[in-house]
C-alpha cells in the first residue's frame, strides 16, 4: 500500500520556466516532507524538506507548498536549468530523521 | 570518507546463491538505513539501525534477508538463497539524529539471473 504517490512519472519543461512537480499523501500522521533529487548512477540527494507546522519552504530556486487539508505537497523550481533534468522523489516521515515513505519518483526533462 | 559508500556498485549473481552488500556510513553518523529500489518503484524501507541495534527491521522481505551493524559503523546485508525477484538496487544510508534528510550511498545494483 503506497503512502506517498507521484502521478506523473515525467515532466519535460523548458529551460527558464518553472517545474511544478506535485505529491499526494495518503497517512495523516506524516510530519515531515523532504523531497530528493537523483542522476542516473548516483544515490538520492537530499533538496529541501518542510514540516507539518508550515505551508511553504524556500530556498535559493527551489520552493516547496504543503497543503495538510488535501494531503498534497509540491514542488516548485523556478528557473529551470539544465542540470535539474533528474529524477525527483517526494518523501514523508512520523517522525523526523526516522525511516521515509518514498514515492516512485517523476523524471524531469529540460529542454534548452 | 567524504560520503556513504557501498560495494560492490554491481553485483550478478545466479539464482539461490548468498551475497552481501556492505555499507561505510559517514564518520559520526549514529543512524543508518538501508532501502532498495526496484525497476519504476520507489525506494523500499528495508532496515534503521541506531548504533549496532536495529530497532526497526519492519521492511525486510523475508527471513533470507539479514542485516547487521558492527563498531556503530559498518553495515552489512545479507540475501541468502537469493531469487530473481531480489533483483534490484539496494540503498544504504546514514544520518546524524539532528538532520534533515539523510545521505544516501550510490547503492549496489544487485541482478539475480
Known amino acids: 500500500d503506497q503512502q506517498v504517490k507521484q502521478n506523473s512519472p515525467s515532466l519535460s519543461v523548458q529551460e527558464g520556466r518553472i517545474s511544478i512537480l506535485n505529491c499526494d499523501y495518503t497517512?495523516?500522521?506524516?510530519?515531515?516532507f523532504l523531497w530528493y533529487k537523483k542522476y542516473p548512477a548516483e544515490g538520492p540527494t537530499f533538496l529541501i524538506s518542510?514540516?507539518?507546522?508550515?505551508d511553504k519552504n524556500e530556498d535559493g530556486r527551489f520552493t516547496v507548498f504543503l497543503n495538510k487539508s488535501a494531503k498534497h505537497l509540491s514542488l516548485h523550481i523556478v528557473p529551470s536549468q539544465p542540470g535539474d533534468s533528474a529524477v525527483y522523489f517526494c518523501?514523508?516521515?512520523?517522525?523526523?530523521?526516522?525511516?521515509?515513505?518514498f514515492g516512485a519518483g517523476t523524471t524531469v526533462t529540460v529542454r534548452a | 570518507g567524504a560520503g556513504v559508500s557501498q560495494s560492490p556498485s554491481n553485483k550478478v549473481t545466479e539464482k539461490g546463491k548468498d551475497v552481501e552488500l556492505r555499507c561505510d556510513p559517514i564518520?559520526?553518523?549514529?543512524?543508518l538505513y538501508w532501502y532498495r529500489q526496484s525497476l519504476g518503484q520507489g525506494l523500499e524501507f528495508l532496515i534503521y539501525?541506531?548504533?549496532?541495534?536495529?530497532?526497526?527491521k519492519s521492511g525486510l522481505p523475508s527471513d533470507r534477508f539479514s542485516a547487521e551493524r558492527t563498531g556503530g559503523s559498518v553495515s552489512t546485508l545479507t540475501i541468502q538463497r537469493t531469487q530473481q525477484e531480489d533483483s534490484a538496487v539496494y540503498l544504504c544510508?546514514?544520518?546524524?539524529?539532528?538532520?534533515?534528510?539523510?545521505?544516501f550511498g550510490s547503492g549496489t545494483r544487485l541482478t539475480v539471473v
Open positions: 539501525f541506531q548504533g549496532n541495534s536495529a530497532p526497526d
Open positions: 544510508a546514514s544520518s546524524l539524529a539532528s538532520d534533515y534528510g539523510y545521505t
Open positions: 518542510i514540516s507539518s507546522i508550515k
Open positions: 518523501a514523508a516521515s512520523e517522525v523526523k530523521d526516522y525511516k521515509l515513505s
Open positions: 497517512n495523516s500522521m506524516f510530519d515531515y
Open positions: 564518520s559520526g553518523h549514529t543512524a
